[in-house]
């Protein structure tokens, strides 16, 4: 079965610094699908990134980057040049691929996330 | 474009009251999720839908959770009687198909207090 484990606690960081949030899981499927979410005190889950497993290079999107080490099945978010608005919740989540449409996206329990000014 | 969305945004009842949820999805996605999410937990699937059919409710209590995406479009939930447990965010979410890197889009949640 798959499994996502976040176990930081909460993270602080300072306004415009980078931080690394820990992600790894676990699964007995070769392809996978691996994905960020952020959530602000508001509710909504925010898509930020996406990793394949199969994909030859680390996933970015702006500000956000994917440190993938498939072997240690780690997939660490890396925000660089943190905003206050980047305080919130943040989940890492995954859906294995061969099963298809009998997987379903497992959400680890989050890591709240600390800008300081 | 629009998001995904949800109403109400906050409902209060007493226990064993009935309560729905109500979510339109973003225009074209096909795939439709209904999600509960436990204070300091992740999101947990309740149902998914493909079109108008529920393809995975294995999650749902079907005791007293119903629900229902008759046209292939928005979606209820519903939950009758309520109970103190139920209290939780129900969050829904579409995407354009169900393969398994297809990224899901969130609304903003119904946050539901049961007293």
């Known amino acids: 079965a798959q499994k996502i484990t976040q176990t930081q606690p909460g993270m602080f960081v300072q306004e415009k610094e980078a931080v690394t949030l820990d992600c790894t899981y676990d699964t007995s499927d070769p392809s996978y699908g691996l994905f960020w979410y952020k959530q602000p005190s508001s509710g909504e889950m925010i898509f930020l990134i996406y990793?394949?497993?199969?994909?030859?290079q680390n996933a970015t999107e702006g500000r956000y980057s994917l440190n993938f080490q498939k072997a240690r099945k780690s997939a660490n978010l890396v925000i660089s040049a943190s905003q206050l608005g980047d305080s919130a919740m943040y989940f890492c989540a995954m859906r294995e691929l061969r099963t298809g449409a009998n997987s379903k996206l497992t959400f680890g329990k989050g890591i709240t996330l600390s800008v300081r000014p | 474009e629009a998001g995904v969305v949800q109403s109400p945004r906050y409902k209060i009842i007493e226990k064993k009251q009935p309560v729905a949820f109500w979510c339109n999805p973003i225009?074209?996605?096909?795939?439709l999720y209904w999600y509960l999410q436990n204070l300091g937990q992740g999101p947990e699937l309740l149902i998914r839908y493909e079109n108008e059919e529920a393809v995975d409710d294995s999650q749902l209590p079907k005791d007293r959770f119903s629900a229902e995406r008759l046209k292939g479009v928005d979606s209820t939930l519903k939950i009758q009687p309520a109970e103190l447990g139920d209290s939780a965010v129900y969050l829904c979410?579409?995407?354009?198909?169900?393969?398994?890197?297809?990224?899901?889009?969130f609304g903003p949640g119904t946050r539901l207090t049961v007293l």
């Open positions: 225009s074209g996605h096909n795939t």
């Open positions: 979410a579409s995407s354009l198909g169900d393969r398994g890197h297809d990224t899901q889009y």
């Open positions: 990793q394949g497993s199969y994909d030859q």
